[in-house]
């Protein structure tokens, strides 16, 4: 799969930034990184240091490694608003992150499911797929196969989406739940 460029290198640093603050949570935590690689069903500890160096994850494998660490992932969109529409998956959404004890790792897929809907329905109410998809290198139906599909979707992809739109996305930690499974020290 080809990994989008940034359009704005405030999106690089911000996921260099964020990939220390995960091995800080790690080291705050006393997880070694063999620990967590079991934890994270890797075959060895390079798997968690590959990680923790590269900055190119899906945004299912960040949010499985943060919840590893008691951790969990928001997006937050800057300079974008969300249209006030009758989008239906919009209120799937919303009515599930209602629901209590949810499985942390459904919550986690639907959190992500939501952000890319949020920026298809800012994209619909902006521009057509054509426009977009010429603004970021791909054709109209590649546009709409990412918004229909977002399993799988890479952080540097929602954050270029979201510059595309003429605004920014970041990704940050909270600490998750009581709930949620983190690794014993």
Partial sequence: MRVPEDLHPDDTTHRHHLAAQLHAA?????????RLAVALGYRDHSG???ME??????????QRWARALGQQVTFTLHDLTVPN???TLAHIYT????TQDLD???????????????LARIRRHLMGAPEF??????????VLWREAN??????????????????????????APARAETVAA
Avoid at 53 to 62: E, G, I, N
Wanted: charged share 20%; aromatic share 2%; no cysteine.
């Fill in 104 to 118: 942390p790792v459904y919550v986690d897929l639907v959190v992500v499911r939501q952000a890319v809907n949020d």
């Fill in 26 to 34: 790690r080291d705050a935590a006393g997880i070694s990184a063999g």
């Fill in 133 to 142: 998809g010429r603004r970021v290198d791909l054709d109209a139906t590649s």
């Fill in 150 to 175: 977002p399993d799988g979707v890479r952080i540097s992809v929602l954050q270029q989406t979201a510059r595309a739109l003429g605004g920014a996305l970041t990704v940050g930690l909270t600490p």
């Fill in 48 to 50: 968690v240091r590959q």
């Fill in 53 to 62: 160096r590269r900055h190119a994850w899906q945004a299912a494998t960040l």
């Fill in 95 to 98: 009515a599930t992150l209602a």
């Fill in 85 to 87: 529409d009758a989008d």
